[in-house]
């Protein structure tokens, strides 16, 4: 029986490409697509399916959001997030949120895919940079992830993406272009309306 398997992501021409690939064999079958975090619970909670593959920078509802209230309302749905962040403090707060699994977006397809082969059948997965850094972590006798100010600890993950591009020396409308949200959306979450 294939696993049913829902594409969270709000790039149309990547979300094709992994349907595609999924779709060669008769492993999985792409019961949807949807484009952001808020689509994705209701598609859950209406269809449950096997297994949610999430993107995590998405404009409204982000992956980690979505991620928390998939893993609460559908338990038996696991989820595997898609991200471009690599740091301690990004793949916490996805295995925190509920994620089995997490993947580098710059991994291939055939990662992705033994990633969600693993996840599906009940285990857990980590792209080989991240759990490779948090073994190096844990042999060196620091198995904590670096320290987070309380401050940092206190901000929702979208927040940590907009201080990211801000320590990038991005505008506010830089960042509201790479991140798909409203001027003052970023300006909110940066809290200051003069940049």
Same mark, same amino acid.
């Given at each position: 029986? %294939?696993?049913? $398997?829902?594409?969270?992501?709000?790039?149309? $021409?990547?979300?094709?490409?992994?349907? #595609?690939?999924? =779709?060669?064999?008769?492993?999985?079958?792409?019961?949807?697509?949807?484009?952001? !975090?808020? =689509? %994705?619970?209701?598609?859950?909670?209406?269809?449950?399916?096997? +297994?949610?593959?999430?993107?995590?920078?998405?404009? !409204? +509802?982000? /992956?980690?959001?979505? @991620?928390?209230?998939?893993?609460?309302?559908?338990?038996? @749905?696991?989820?595997? $997030?898609?991200? !471009?962040?690599?740091?301690?403090? &990004?793949?916490?707060?996805?295995?925190?949120?509920?994620?089995?699994?997490?993947?580098?977006?710059? #991994?291939?397809? @055939?990662?992705?895919?033994? %990633?969600?082969? @693993?996840?599906?059948?009940? /285990?857990?997965?980590?792209?080989?940079?991240?759990?490779?850094?948090?073994?190096?972590?844990?042999?060196?006798?620091?198995?904590?992830?670096?320290?987070?100010?309380?401050?940092?600890?206190?901000?929702?993950?979208?927040?940590?993406?907009?201080?990211?591009?801000?320590?990038?020396?991005? &505008?506010?409308?830089?960042?509201?272009?790479?991140? &798909?949200?409203?001027?003052?959306?970023?300006? &909110? +979450?940066? !809290?200051?309306?003069?940049?």
């Amino acid at each position: 029986m %294939a696993i049913e $398997v829902l594409l969270v992501e709000d790039h149309s $021409v990547v979300r094709q490409s992994i349907r #595609a690939f999924l =779709e060669k064999g008769e492993e999985f079958r792409v019961m949807g697509e949807v484009e952001n !975090g808020a =689509e %994705a619970i209701q598609f859950c909670r209406r269809s449950a399916p096997a +297994l949610v593959l999430m993107d995590v920078s998405m404009p !409204g +509802l982000n /992956g980690i959001e979505a @991620t928390t209230e998939i893993v609460r309302h559908c338990p038996n @749905t696991k989820v595997v $997030v898609l991200s !471009g962040f690599d740091d301690d403090v &990004s793949v916490m707060n996805a295995i925190k949120a509920g994620a089995r699994g997490y993947v580098l977006n710059r #991994a291939s397809l @055939t990662d992705m895919l033994e %990633a969600i082969r @693993t996840v599906a059948k009940g /285990g857990s997965d980590l792209s080989p940079q991240v759990s490779n850094r948090l073994l190096r972590r844990i042999q060196n006798g620091n198995g904590n992830p670096s320290p987070v100010s309380p401050v940092i600890q206190g901000l929702s993950p979208r927040e940590i993406q907009v201080l990211r591009l801000v320590a990038q020396g991005k &505008s506010s409308k830089e960042i509201a272009g790479v991140l &798909s949200l409203e001027l003052e959306t970023v300006r &909110s +979450l940066r !809290g200051r309306d003069d940049c």
